[in-house]
């Protein structure tokens, strides 16, 4: 129905710069959330932050106060992707994300969403 593959992961010092993709192709929705998640190991999958798209236009997005001022969420509705800049990137960022969509107006809950991408490894160096 939906299938969300993820790319750009890597390893960054800190303070250096990434940018997470994540494609989608298959069924479309005229209103959506895609949203980035991320798992450190024994630690439980975080909120990073979201896009809503409604009629082809941005019409919200939300960010966990973590990566507030740091990274940015943004897509490209030609391509039909979903970008995660992350900037001033710190140790703690250390993580697997994942990108997630849902036909939904938004929410910081993992259990809203119900496609997800494969996960693409973060490691910020210090």
Known sequence: ???LV???GGLVQAGGSLRLSCAASGRTFTTYTMAWFRQAPGKERDFVGCITRSAGKTVSRD???SVKGRFTIFMDNVK?????QMNS????DTA??????GQLLGGRSWTLYAYW????????SS
């Open 117 to 124: 991408g494969q996960g693409t490894q973060v490691t910020v």
């Open 96 to 101: 697997v994300y994942y990108c997630a969509v």
């Open 1 to 3: 129905q939906v299938q």
């Open 63 to 65: 960010y966990a106060d």
């Open 6 to 8: 993820e790319s750009g």
């Open 80 to 84: 039909n992707t979903v970008y995660l």
């Open 89 to 92: 990137l710190k140790p703690e």
